[in-house]
Nanobody, 119 residues
């Protein structure tokens, strides 16, 4: 079965940096698109970034130029380097993947890691 486990969240000051990691199991990691989503209190979950099996990336406009998604296939991990953090980046960040070829898409989610950006 598919398991996604996030780590690396915490409290950081505005302008600071954090790196989140997601360890995946139960999938052929090197073949899967992976992603990060986030959800702030009272708001909808939103896309942060995705990375395909081939390494193509996509970012939300709100994080473009500040966040970088990457993957380490031998270690079955996907990371999110977050720089120049803003208060509005405060959210629970979730690791994401989906069953290849599924339609409607069958989604898998981690339990999330909290990032708080505050002075």
């Amino acid at each position: 079965q598919v398991h996604l486990v996030e780590s690396g969240g915490g409290l950081v000051q505005p302008g600071g940096s954090l790196k989140l990691s997601c360890a995946a199991s139960g999938i052929i990691f090197g073949l899967n698109t992976m992603g990060w989503y986030r959800q702030a209190p009272g708001e909808q979950r939103e896309l942060v970034a995705t990375i395909t099996n081939g390494g193509s990336t996509n970012y939300a406009d709100s994080v473009k130029g500040r966040f970088t998604i990457s993957r380490d296939n031998p270690r079955n991990t996907v990371s999110l380097q977050m720089n120049s953090l803003k208060a509005e980046d405060t959210a629970v960040y979730y690791c994401y993947t989906y069953r290849r070829g599924s339609y409607p898409r069958v989604e898998y989610w981690g339990k999330g890691t909290l990032v708080t950006v505050s002075s």
